[in-house]
Nanobody, 119 residues
Framework: VQLQASGGGLVQPGGSLRLSCAAS????????MGWFRQAPGKQRELVAA???????NYADSVKGRFTISRDNAKNAVYLQMNSLKPEDTAVYYC??????????????WGQGTQVTVSS
């Protein structure tokens, strides 16, 4: 099973994007949901994660700029990205981490969605 992220694109520095990811109810409920990213030449990293109770965890590099949220009725998770910087350029993925730390995930990686921040 793979989750498909959507909503990426090209945006200027300081701009905003909202990423979306939908999952089946069996995957979504009772599970932490997370957003990850991988920039060229770098390892994939956790960007943000959220429990089904709304407890969140963010990478230090995105705190105060990104907001993760989930709609339990729609089995969807979102990543609102504001004040984007060129260093946010990466392929963004959603997945189901085992915990808020995001060190391990439950599912195979999907294709992700490209976010490019450039003037």
């Amino acid at each position: 099973v793979q989750l498909q992220a959507s909503g990426g694109g090209l945006v200027q520095p300081g701009g905003s994007l909202r990423l979306s990811c939908a999952a089946s109810a069996s995957i979504f409920r009772r599970n932490v949901m997370g957003w990850f990213r991988q920039a060229p030449g770098k390892q994939r990293e956790l960007v943000a994660a959220i429990t089904n109770a709304g407890v969140t965890n963010y990478a230090d590099s995105v705190k105060g700029r990104f907001t993760i949220s989930r709609d339990n009725a729609k089995n969807a998770v979102y990543l609102q990205m504001n004040s984007l910087k060129p260093e946010d350029t990466a392929v963004y993925y959603c997945n189901v981490p085992l915990s808020l730390s995001g060190e391990m995930v439950r599912l195979l990686w999907g294709q992700g969605t490209q976010v490019t921040v450039s003037s």
